[in-house]
């Protein structure tokens, strides 16, 4: 079983739609949990952490779930410009940080 | 001024060839890491220093050879390359205790 498993996608969702991604992470000992976004031929960037109790920022929202260990991103609203691919990153210990493969998002007028 | 800044950002070379890719951060982290971007866009850890000690070496052949001179840099040196070389690499940086990663642009690496 990989450490991070993701959907690879592509979901192809219309503006103003709602999408959600889900990642699923092997090891329960599992501290720090982040959603990064990676446009395409640019470096990875960090679009939120992704806390116990659940976080929002603006039109995104991260969850974790510990008991069934899997994260989730929701974007409410979708633009053109959230086109991505958004990568489940997940701190296995001792400095050690994994990247899901990515789930691809495109958003059409 | 760039946080994460790492050359070359592209890179074509023969078969068996030597090549270096250095980076630098201006951020006052103290740890750095290289990852790897393969061609299905898989992106996986190669090494990890942490105020210049080697702190992650994952099973990486002994052809590449990180180096750390000071906190603020980290190359990359690789021997004998090969086609399955080919990919995107890229540096990060983080506080020890953050675990945020901050990455450069990356280095794409094709071996001909």
């Known amino acids: 079983r990989k450490e991070v498993e993701q959907d690879p996608g592509p979901f192809n969702v219309p503006e103003g739609a709602t999408v959600a991604f889900n990642c699923t992470y092997s090891n329960s000992a599992s501290q720090s949990f982040f959603w990064y976004r990676q446009d395409c031929r640019k470096e990875p960037k960090l679009l939120m952490s992704?806390?116990?109790s659940g976080n929002e920022d603006g039109r995104f929202t991260a969850q974790l779930n510990r008991a069934s260990q899997y994260i989730s991103l929701l974007i409410r609203d979708s633009k053109l410009s959230d086109s991505a691919t958004y990568l489940c990153v997940v701190n296995i210990g001792f400095q050690k940080l994994v990247f899901g493969t990515g789930t691809r998002l495109l958003v059409s007028p | 001024d760039t946080a994460v800044s790492q050359t070359p950002k592209y890179l074509v070379t023969q078969m068996g060839n030597d090549k270096s890719i250095k980076c630098e951060q201006n951020l006052g982290h103290d740890t750095m890491y290289w990852y790897k971007q393969d061609s299905k866009k898989f992106l996986k850890i190669m090494f990890s220093?942490?105020?210049?000690?080697?702190?992650i070496n994952e099973t990486v052949p002994n052809r590449f050879s990180p180096k750390s001179p000071d906190k603020a840099h980290l190359n990359l040196h690789i021997n004998s390359l090969e086609l399955g070389d080919s990919a995107v690499y890229f540096c990060?940086?983080?506080?020890?205790?953050?675990?945020?990663?901050?990455f450069g642009a990356g280095s794409r690496l094709t071996v001909l």
């Open positions: 990060a940086s983080s506080h020890t205790s953050a675990n945020v990663l901050t």
């Open positions: 220093y942490n105020n210049k000690e080697l702190i």
């Open positions: 992704v806390y116990s």
